[in-house]
């Protein structure tokens, strides 16, 4: 049964980034009550009413993966790691975004699935694209009459379908015989441990643990066989799928990652109704902190024009009389305003001057590169605001 636990309130879709403010724009904005449920028989984790994908994957889809070092460096890792352990013929990936993962390989040994026009016209021309939803219908029409996968590769991906049981469908339709489904997604066990309940947003349907992965696949005829902890989206966890019927054996990993997680008790409703006041009590600290610094008439900024950070600003309101602006290096980004608190996005060549006296993580994720790469910012006496896994203010 599908129980309730946690409200969001009133959201806007995380990636509707708005290109003008005016009263004519915003009237249009959509928005839908974002609502978190948890599955007392299967254990999954899900938006309750999710929004209808054709809404959110369209042709002016903001997110390239590309854009982030650190994402580079770890598609091009687990690239290599599976050319060298499984030696695929052909490689499918199931949201190839701008194609950092698949220029990886060569390319007639890549299929790509793509929904987003403007990201599939990006690898269309070096790479075989398909620009279209994952289900049965287009399993068919790629896999009826040719080679199936050895690898089926999908990164921040199939947490976003609604439709899990089509989708698992054409996936072990499409995989070889001992083929493997390899899936990245944010991690169930880190967003309840660090309370970064802006994980949570239209786009993540779901958010998996192993317990509900390896329940949901199994009408599908699928099984989970290992699985690893990544630190990609503030914590996430790569999980590895094969056909019932194929040879690969469950590892010891995996049954420590089941083990920690019945430990940490994720297939329990009582952790989420436990979440659930942990994230009240950070949102009032998060606004408590924002009002005491404006009040002291401190410039404040966010850092990353984040998915997440939308979850955040809507639920707790934080919006224009709390944060300057938005700076973000994603070019179309840029010069709009973020959906629901309208909050101007600029680049960091701008937006990161000396007048800025602190900077809310709204890329927390890449905690570690920003830090980094703002050393000047806090040798100045600048200070980073992070609300995961609590509201605090980050100085050198
Ligand atoms: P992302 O990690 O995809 O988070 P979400 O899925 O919640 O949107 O987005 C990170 C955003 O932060 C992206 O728009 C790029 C931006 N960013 C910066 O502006 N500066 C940086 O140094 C980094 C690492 C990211």
Not at 171 to 178: A, R, T, V, Y
Not at 300 to 305: E, F, H, L, Q, R
Request: glycine residues 4%.
């Amino acid at each position: 049964m599908k129980k309730n636990f946690l409200n969001l309130g009133r959201q806007p879709l995380a990636n509707s980034f708005l290109v003008s403010n005016s009263k004519k724009t915003l009237s249009k904005e959509f928005f839908y009550n974002l609502n978190i449920s948890f599955d007392t028989s299967s254990y999954l984790v899900s938006v309750a009413n999710p929004v209808n994908p054709k809404y959110q994957y369209t042709d002016k889809y903001a997110h390239r993966a590309s854009e982030s070092i650190t994402m580079r460096k770890a598609f091009a890792k687990i690239a290599k790691k599976l050319n060298q352990k499984y030696s695929p013929k052909i490689i499918m990936e199931i949201g190839s975004n701008d194609g950092v993962f698949i220029k990886n390989f060569k390319k007639d040994k890549v299929i790509a699935i793509e929904p987003c026009k403007n990201l599939a016209d990006l690898t269309k021309k070096k790479y075989k694209t398909y620009p279209n939803f994952w289900n049965k219908k287009l399993a068919n029409k790629i896999f009826l009459k040719s080679q199936k996968a050895d690898i089926i590769f999908s990164a921040n991906t199939i947490s976003h379908i609604p439709n899990l049981k089509e989708t698992f469908d054409a996936i072990e339709f499409s995989l070889s015989k001992n083929g493997v489904l390899v899936i990245e997604d944010p991690s169930l066990y880190s967003v309840i441990k660090n309370i970064s309940y802006d994980q949570f947003y239209d786009e993540h349907v779901y958010v998996f643990s192993a317990l509900s992965l390896s329940n949901v696949i199994r009408s599908s005829g699928l099984r989970l066989f290992d699985s690893e902890k990544l630190d990609t989206h503030g914590g996430s966890m790569r999980y590895y799928i094969c056909k019932d019927s194929a040879t690969h054996k469950q590892t010891r990993k995996l049954d420590i990652i089941i083990k920690n997680e019945k430990k940490a008790k994720l297939d329990k409703l009582s952790t989420y109704i436990h979440f659930s006041k942990q994230v009240k009590k950070s949102k009032d600290e998060l606004i408590r902190i924002f009002k005491k610094l404006k009040n002291k008439k401190k410039t404040i900024i966010s850092y990353g024009a984040t998915y997440k950070s939308s979850t955040i600003f809507n639920y707790c309101k934080i919006g224009k009389k709390l944060i300057d602006y938005v700076t973000d290096t994603t070019l179309n980004k840029q010069g709009k305003f973020t959906p629901g608190q309208h909050i101007s996005i600029i680049s960091p060549e701008i937006g990161m001057n000396n007048k800025v006296d602190y900077a809310f993580l709204g890329a927390w994720n890449f905690k570690k590169e920003i830090l980094a790469k703002e050393k000047e910012f806090l040798r100045r006496g600048g200070k980073f605001i992070t609300h995961v896994p609590f509201p605090k203010i980050i100085s050198k």
